[in-house]
């Protein structure tokens, strides 16, 4: 035993005096031009070909023995920066890479070189903003989540829905971040368009894979998104005129190379523009829709270790409907409120600390009313957050992350107000339940060999329902003559425990490089969820309402198995995957058969809920073409996704909703000239799964419907296809630099452009729903039931101006 002691602290000492001789390069990538940190730029030492990216701060470490090296910085859209250093103690080398516009292919392609098949993530996609601003538009406004739609393994929910589903998961299961606060709603105008306006987003990360363990809280995916920072060099401004809405984004320095400030706003006016030709006396007069959102940071550099961030996000919904025929109006705000105070610390050129405290709110409200009768319903949830994450980087081999998070949730799941002239009626108290999250977390990325990189982690996640709260408790029929009685409830105090939940969340995921363009990829990952999104309507919409575990409604379970398969061809030009998953998921949640929002009044939502388990699988195909003037990707998705609850379908598994076998999407890009850039995209999908009578009776002159099984039938296929064209004015002037053989840009004060984009070009009259409707007339024997099929969008064509001086 003495003799194992002896030997383990021998180990140690060698350890610790083998890393006191190896000495760290650190510091950080910024835009020359702007000041702000450049994500996921590439740092290497070009003698032994070994370094890492930047990470979301622009912070890196590389810790090597003493010697001699060339030291490499890479972006796509930079020029290439490289330093020739004697390492002969630590070192601080901060970068600032220039824009260029680059035409020798190979330089581009360094940006990434490897990255899809170096890292050990799978599923995980970064997105460059200005890429997406060469698609099709709708209606002019670019859109990242229709965006990553035509990703493999994300499908859109259909036109008129505001979720997108990941690997056989709903809407709720997805993690959408913006500058690390949770946003609950991500659509506008019920899904037509998205909350995040493109001109103030810097970064988009999509992990559709096996999530590290510093992400939780969600069963299948994240969407991670990072606002700009605002330049801190000079003032610019940006914006864009379209056919129905506007946007103006500004930002400069408060304090030059010190602090910074961006602001982005953006409104819809239809509202504005057709008001002036509807007829004051008309029956809908005074109906109108438009929406709004605000995006606001500003940072501060405190010194060459600190760094504060303080952001904010605004936006609203707002529809009003007027029938002067009938008397009825109702105005629907909805919207979401986020802000994230964010410190970041450089302890030394190994330890990086990210603290973070956000604030996050989402409501719907319906407010109607007739004559005399008013009557409002109000739903939403809030966060208060606060994170902190510990990286370290010990030395090439190692990469360890650690850190802790805590929300308080407060969510209202209904409130209901009714009244008639001065009668106020009795709809109960407004409910709020309260909830406690926790989570700690440490994670690993190491190379096991020159081959085998390995990300190791695990994720305790706790979770906390808190009274006040009163449980109600179902009578069965009959007891105490039923509804005439008051029901049987217990009241939990404030502060006292109702219900809680701990687990573990193992993670890992695996990298096998067979050769410098090759590598097979694994994971297995195991996640938990604690908030739900129950949904009375076959689509996503903001009615849908938030609820907590409980005592009743246990935590979602989902594990993962996935493999892959990742190849570059023809100099990296190329890249091509292949990846399988399973799914199993426990504790999904549902409302019975025959529940209504009303029946929650002096009851709890969770009563009419239902319990079952899913399943999903596929394979997901991915080819994309990188650098040249034609780049673009095809992505294919073939997968299964199933339910099973005993109270739904007589205990027998069904599709879910967002079942769909067939997955496919196109995306194209061409630079036409140095004034044309075109775009276009295409997409097919299997039919929404849905559920449809298979017999009609005829009973005492009421028709009734027999339904067969749940979702059993599918709507036709959803395929359309838009194009773009973007049209640069005044071409960027260019001169070559002799030195580095690039193009680079001249500085101009002006810029704008002209984007025309076709939706939906060949007018495809795509199924948003189906309804029955009867023709004829039942004494003659000639009534008919007939279905009818509901479509949204023709064929749309649009023009936006865009400018930045």
């Known amino acids: 035993m003495k003799n194992g002691i002896v030997l383990l602290l021998l180990l140690v000492a060698a350890l610790n005096n083998l890393m006191a001789q190896n000495k760290t390069i650190s510091g950080t990538v910024r835009d020359a031009g702007s000041g702000e940190y450049i994500i996921g730029a590439n740092i290497y030492l070009k003698e032994v070909n070994k370094g890492m ?233 005074g109906s109108g829709y438009y929406f709004y959102d605000l995006n606001m940071k500003v940072n501060y550099r405190l010194g060459a270790k600190d760094q504060l961030f303080l952001s904010g996000y605004f936006g609203r919904d707002v529809f009003g409907f007027d029938s002067k025929e009938t008397g009825f109006e109702a105005d629907i705000p909805w919207g979401n409120a986020t802000t994230t105070l964010r410190w970041n610390h450089l302890f030394n050129d190994k330890l990086f600390l990210n603290t973070t405290t956000t604030f996050s709110d989402y409501r719907f409200e319906f407010r109607g009313a007739q004559e005399d009768f008013e009557f409002s319903l109000k739903s939403g949830i809030r966060d208060i957050g606060v994170r902190s994450a510990l990286t370290y980087y010990p030395n090439l081999r190692h990469r360890i992350s650690s850190g802790i998070e805590y929300t308080w949730h407060r969510f209202t799941p209904s409130s209901v107000s009714a009244r008639s002239g001065d009668t106020e009626f009795d709809t109960g108290e407004t409910v709020r339940v309260f909830a406690h999250e926790l989570a700690l977390f440490i994670q690993d990325e190491t190379d096991i060999t020159e081959r085998l990189r390995v990300n190791a982690g695990l994720r305790f996640s706790y979770f906390n329902q808190m009274g006040p709260f009163t449980r109600y408790l179902p009578q069965e029929p009959g007891d105490n003559f039923g509804a005439l009685s008051e029901p049987d409830s217990i009241t939990y105090g404030k502060g006292k425990s109702v ?210 099984d749940r979702n059993s039938f599918r709507m036709d296929p959803y395929h359309r296809a838009d194009i773009s064209a973007t049209y640069f004015p005044s071409a960027t002037k260019k001169k070559r630099d002799r030195k580095t053989d690039l193009i680079l840009e001249k500085n101009r004060k002006f810029f704008s452009s002209w984007s025309f984009s076709v939706y939906n070009l060949y007018n495809r009259m795509n199924p948003y729903f189906i309804y029955f409707g009867t023709a004829g007339d039942l004494s003659a024997g000639t009534l008919e039931i007939k279905a009818y099929q509901v479509s949204l969008f023709p064929i749309l064509p649009s023009i936006t101006w865009n400018f930045k001086f």
């Not at 701060?57 to 590389?62: A, D, E, P």
């Open 53 to 285: 990216p930047s990470n979301v701060y622009g912070f890196y470490s590389i810790t090597v023995p003493p010697g001699s090296y060339t030291l490499i910085c890479t972006a796509i859209g930079y020029q290439t920066n490289e330093q020739y250093i004697e390492l002969k103690s630590d070192m601080a080398i901060h970068f600032e890479l220039k824009s260029t516009i680059v035409e020798i292919e190979a330089a581009e392609i360094i940006g990434e070189k490897n990255e899809n098949i170096q890292g050990t993530q799978m599923g995980t996609v970064s997105l460059d903003v200005e890429k997406i601003k060469m698609l099709p538009a709708f209606l002019g406004e670019v859109d990242i989540l229709k965006t990553i739609q035509f990703l493999p393994g994300i499908q859109s929910a259909g036109e008129g829905n505001s979720g997108f589903y990941v690997r056989g998961g709903g809407p709720d299961q997805n993690l959408i971040l913006l500058d690390n606060a949770v946003v609950y709603n991500a659509s506008h105008l019920f899904g037509f368009f998205s909350v995040f306006n493109a001109d103030a987003v810097k970064n988009v990360e999509v992990i559709k894979g096996g999530m590290p363990a510093n992400y939780g809280g969600r069963l299948a995916s994240v969407l991670d998104i990072s606002l700009k920072e605002g330049n801190s060099r000079h003032h610019e401004f940006e914006g864009g005129i379209g056919l129905i809405s506007s946007r103006f984004t500004a930002q400069g320095p408060l304090k030059k190379d010190t602090s910074s400030y961006i602001i982005s706003g953006r409104r819809t006016y239809i509202d504005v523009l057709t008001k002036p030709f509807i007829n004051p006396e008309s029956n809908f007069a």
């Open 499 to 708: 219900a809680s939940y701990g687990n573990l969340e193992p993670r890992i995921n695996m990298r096998w490089t067979i050769n410098s363009s090759s590598s097979l990829k694994a994971g297995y990952t195991i996640n938990y969820q604690y908030i739900h999104l129950a949904s009375l309507s076959p689509t996503s919409l903001p009615t849908d309402v938030w609820l907590p575990s409980t005592d009743k409604v246990r935590p979602q379970e989902g594990i993962q198995y996935s493999i892959g398969y990742f190849r570059n061809l023809f100099n990296d030009v190329y890249e091509s995957s292949v990846e399988l998953y399973y799914k199993k998921m426990r504790n999904q949640v549902e409302y019975e058969e025959g529940a209504s929002p009303d029946a929650s009044i002096n009851d709890n939502i969770d009563n009419q809920l239902v319990f079952g388990n899913g399943y999903s699988y596929g394979a997901e195909f991915f080819f994309k073409k990188r650098t040249g003037k034609l780049n673009g990707w095809i992505g294919y998705t073939w997968s299964k996704t199933m339910r099973e609850f005993p109270s739904l379908n007589e205990g027998r598994e069904f599709p879910a909703r967002f079942d769909r076998r067939h997955d496919l999407s196109i995306v194209l890009n061409f630079e036409l000239s140095n004034k044309w850039q075109l775009g276009g995209a295409f997409v097919y999908a299997t039919g929404n799964a849905i559920t449809l009578p298979v017999a009609r009776y005829f009973v005492e002159g009421y028709v009734v419907s027999e339904y067969g």
